[in-house]
C-alpha cells in the first residue's frame, strides 16, 4: 500500500467540508509524499485523482475571485503531472488525466489548450468505456469550445451521462455550473 493511498480523498472530504486550509495542507503532503515514492498501484488512482480536483478546485475558486496565487497555480501543475505519469503505466488514469489537464488549462485561460485535452479525453474514456470520464469531458468541451453551436451538443450529451449514471461528481460542481449558466443564457430569448 503506498503510503499516500488516501491522502488525496481525505483533501477533498476537508475541502467539501469547507475546510479550505485542511485541505490545502493534506493535498500538499500527499504531493510530497509522491516525491519521494511514486505509486502505480490500481488502487491510487481515487487518491491521485482527489489531490489534483483538490489543488484544481483551490485554484478554480482563486481565478473566480480574481487571484493570482502563484503557489496554489504550481502544486496544481504538479498536482496534474503526477496524475499523467500515472495514466502513462495505468491505463484506466489516462481519460482522468486529460480531463484534469483540461481544467488546468482552462484555469489558465487557455481554451484551445483545454478543448484538445478534453478531446483527448473524450477518445480515451470511449475506448476504455469509462461513461463518467465521457460525461466529465463533454462537459468540459462544452466549458472550453468558444463557438455556441458546437458547445451545445457536449453539454447536452454531458448531462444526459450524468443523468442516465445519478452521478454528480465532486470537484466538478464549478465547472458543471459553469457549463449549465451558458445553457441557460443561451435559451434566453430577448
Known sequence: MCSSDLD?????AHLWAGDVEGARRIAEEALQNLRSAFCTMGSAYMSLTAMAEVFLELLERDRKEGGHDTALHARATEACRAVSAYAARTRIGRPRAYVLEGRLALAEGRNSRAAVQFQRALDWARRLRMPLE?????????????????????????????????????????????????????????
Open 8 to 12: 488525496g480523498i481525505t483533501a477533498a
Open 134 to 190: 465521457e460525461a466529465l469531458s463533454h462537459i468540459g468541451l462544452a466549458s472550453s469550445l468558444t463557438d455556441s453551436s458546437a458547445r451545445a451538443p457536449h453539454r447536452e450529451q454531458g448531462a444526459l451521462i450524468l443523468r442516465k449514471l445519478g452521478a454528480r461528481p465532486w470537484g466538478y460542481d464549478s465547472m458543471i455550473s459553469a457549463t449549465l449558466a451558458s445553457e441557460a443564457e443561451s435559451t434566453i430569448v430577448t
